[in-house]
Each structure stands twice: as structure tokens, then as C-alpha cells.
């Protein structure tokens, strides 16, 4: 199956440094990333959706200026959390579909195996 | 959770015994996905049934689906201490693009 590479797996960084994790399509082309959020034992929160040349869109409650998305080429987006604090430490986790493919609205989305954040 | 809720929260088994996971969901959708995660790890996909379809089976994980109802349930049977894991269910809203929204999950634990 397709395959979504992301990195770091994990990263401790110091309270207001920034932190950017990538996520890359390995075998295919997408055009539409996603990036979610996951606290401990909580489920995973969508915060915004990534598109190929064009701006980031955000979930409700998620600021813009704190989690800054680009999707340059068809087979990465960066996701940069900026001046990052202790409550941004999280589970970060990526997602992409095959964009040949989404039209036919049944494929599953391919996950990234998450990126772990502590802030300091 | 975004999108809905799912039950129970916590379920313990003895390995051999079948396990029962229900979702349900808001929204009118495409697809109804299920992922397993081990603590702290990425999402496995597990199964993925379309919205025409009722029931859907692959390997010892039987699913169905009731749109009418907006509820799914995840059957895992004949479980082992493998299972242990995190199950969430993930739903395509046929509205507002391509975007996956995840149920709450289900903390499953399978003693052995």
C-alpha cells in the first residue's frame, strides 16, 4: 500500500523555538495532507487540511500564525509549530491521499507514523 | 470528538472472546474507516466500508454499517493479547472535501 513517511519521530525542543515536522507522500501524489493532533488517551483532532500550492485550511480554534502549514510539492507539507510552549507537546500525526485516486471518494487515507513534540 | 462518539470508552476481554466496538457520527458520509493504534504509535488501517455498503468482513473483523442510524460497530472476534490496542473509527463527511474525522476510540485490553 501507499506509503506516508514522516519526520521527525520525535523531537524535544525548548519553550519558544520552533519545531517543523514533514510528511511525505513516498509512491504517490497528493495533492490534500492533513495534519491532527492527539493528546494522551484522546482521539486524534483534525487542524487543518493541506493543499498542493494554495493556503492551509484550519480547523476551527486552530491559529493560523501558531501552526504554520505549507505543502510545496505534490509529496510534502511541513507543518512548523511556532515559539512553541509546554502545551503544545503533543502527537502529531499527518495524513494524504492518493490524489489520482480521491475523486472515486473510497480510498483510505494513509497515515504517517506521528511525530511526538515536547516542549521543555 | 469531531465527529462522534464511540462505545464503550474501555473494554476488557479474556483472550478467545469476542470484542464489540460502536461508533456513531454526525455528519452524512462517503466512508466509514476503522485504524488500530498501539499506545504512543501510528494508525493501522483496519477496514474501510463505503456508505452503500451493510457489512463488511476481512480476516477475524467483521463491520457493519447503518446509515440510517449513523452508527458503525467493529467486531473483532475470537481475540488475543495482540488486539490490545486503541480502536478508533473515522468517517469521509460526504460535505467539506476529503477530510477524515475520527471518532473518540476504544481502549481495548485483551488479557491473556
Known amino acids: 500500500g501507499a506509503v506516508v513517511s514522516q519526520h521527525p519521530s520525535w523531537v524535544i525542543c525548548k519553550s519558544g523555538t520552533s519545531v517543523k515536522i514533514e510528511c511525505r507522500s513516498l509512491?504517490?501524489?497528493?495533492?490534500?495532507m492533513f495534519w491532527y493532533r492527539q493528546f494522551p488517551k484522546q482521539s486524534l483532532m483534525l487542524m487543518a487540511t493541506?493543499?498542493?500550492?494554495?493556503?492551509?485550511?484550519?480547523e476551527q480554534g486552530v491559529e493560523k500564525d501558531k501552526f504554520l502549514i505549507n505543502h510545496a510539492s505534490l509529496t510534502l507539507s511541513t507543518l512548523t509549530v511556532t515559539s512553541a510552549h509546554p502545551e503544545d507537546s503533543s502527537f502529531y500525526i499527518c495524513s494524504a491521499r492518493d490524489g489520482q485516486v480521491e475523486r472515486l471518494r473510497d480510498t483510505e487515507a494513509f497515515f504517517g507514523q506521528g511525530t511526538r513534540l515536547t516542549v521543555v | 470528538s469531531q465527529q462522534g462518539e464511540e462505545d464503550p470508552q474501555a473494554l476488557s476481554i479474556q483472550e478467545g472472546e469476542n470484542a464489540t466496538m460502536n461508533c456513531s457520527y454526525k455528519t452524512s458520509i462517503n466512508n466509514l474507516q476503522w485504524y488500530r493504534q498501539n499506545s504512543g504509535r501510528g494508525l493501522v488501517h483496519l477496514i474501510l466500508?463505503?456508505?452503500?455498503?451493510r457489512e463488511k468482513h476481512s480476516g477475524r473483523l467483521r463491520v457493519t454499517l447503518d446509515t440510517s442510524k449513523k452508527s458503525s460497530s467493529l467486531l473483532i472476534t475470537a481475540s488475543r493479547a495482540a488486539d490490545t490496542a486503541s480502536y478508533f473509527c473515522a468517517t469521509d463527511p460526504s460535505t467539506g472535501g476529503f477530510k477524515t474525522i475520527f471518532g473518540a476510540g476504544t481502549r481495548l485490553f485483551v488479557k491473556a
Open positions: 466500508i463505503r456508505s452503500n455498503e
Open positions: 509512491d504517490f501524489q497528493a495533492t490534500t
Open positions: 493541506s493543499n498542493e500550492g494554495s493556503k492551509a485550511t484550519y
